[in-house]
């Protein structure tokens, strides 16, 4: 009867002891706070933005063990970016950061009851995040005047009907439509035909439209939706007719554009991730300014252009993705 009382004590200080010690793992768990990671799609842009993010709150002190870094992709789809960040909201989140338009405009909303600060990264209209408190980030500016330069100097003419595919769910594109537009009026002849795809089910539909409507090359601008999809779904189409593609940023033309003026997206996302880690020392969003990634380098697919047709011309420098 000892034994058995020795042996029943036994177990319980055992149980205790295990519950204690998980109890002490939760709760240490627990005090970490949690940096809320929502990326709107998967493509190399934005997937350059999340390293930049992560490389950005390296280099400025946060470690990431000592934190819960939840990530979260909305697949291209607006409606579970606003799940995800109602989620994260729900948890508490010390920061949220949102890469591209519909995941900070989700983010933003979601949190604008709550005291969590958000930080979007490559919003390319920053304006649209104006109405929002408690809010900063980096934006990316596409410069079309230098876009211009490289597609007018590799088709070797200005007189262009240039096809524009952009996305009605991302409330930055019409503008980059407009700004292009802008930019093409210094061109005799130019002209830009653009059309708006409602989802990403439409995007050969307004392909092969563009194309039937005799247009000499495509644009892409920053659009995430349509830039999703260049792979898998413009380039054999455009590639089929001959038709070149000139992106909007290196990862574009690494995959099958001819050539672009591109910024370096691993430079937005270190300047979105440098202000998530100066939220998380303490600083105010709203003391936090925003930072303006705009300066593109000029690169091109020799692979691509030999295959279309395309002389690299001497007139600019570039360099090529493909050595």
Avoid: W
Avoid at 224 to 249: A, D, H, Q
Avoid at 272 to 300: F, H, T
């Amino acid at each position: 009867m000892k034994n058995l009382k020795k042996i029943s004590a036994f177990i319980l200080t055992l149980a205790l002891v295990f519950a204690f010690a998980g109890c002490n793992s939760k709760n240490g768990e627990s005090a970490k706070k949690t940096i809320g990671i929502i990326q709107f799609g998967s493509h190399a842009s934005l997937n350059n933005c999340y390293d930049g993010i992560m490389q950005g709150l390296k280099d400025n002190g946060i470690n990431e063990d000592d934190y819960n870094i939840e990530y979260v992709n909305s697949n291209f789809d607006p409606s579970v970016s606003q799940t995800q960040a109602n989620n994260l909201v729900n948890k508490k989140a010390s920061v949220i950061i949102a890469i591209a338009t519909p995941s900070a405009v989700a983010a933003a909303n979601a949190a604008a009851d709550s005291d969590i600060p958000v930080v979007y990264c490559a919003i390319t209209d920053a304006t649209v995040m104006e109405n929002y408190s408690n809010i900063t980030g980096s934006s990316d500016i596409p410069n079309f005047e230098k876009q211009l330069e490289v597609v007018t100097s590799f088709m070797n003419k200005q007189d262009l009907k240039i096809g524009v595919l952009y996305s009605t769910e991302e409330s930055s594109s019409p503008v980059q439509v407009e700004n292009l537009k802008k930019a093409a009026e210094k061109y005799d002849g130019m002209e830009i035909l653009d059309s708006a795809v409602a989802d990403i089910n439409t995007i050969d539909t307004k392909t092969n439209e563009l194309i039937d409507r005799g247009v000499d090359c495509f644009v892409n601008l920053l659009d995430n939706t349509v830039v999703g999809k260049l792979e898998s779904n413009i380039l054999p189409i455009t590639n089929e007719k001959n038709i070149p593609v000139f992106g909007s940023e290196i990862e574009q033309v690494k995959v099958g554009c001819a050539a672009s003026a591109s910024i370096e997206y691993l430079d937005v996302g270190a300047a979105a991730g440098k202000a998530a880690a100066e939220i998380l020392g303490g600083k105010n969003a709203s003391d936090i300014p925003v930072a303006y990634i705009s300066e593109p380098k000029n690169y091109y697919n020799s692979e691509v252009c030999a295959k279309l047709g395309l002389t690299v011309p001497a007139s600019i420098e570039a360099a090529d993705v493909a050595e």
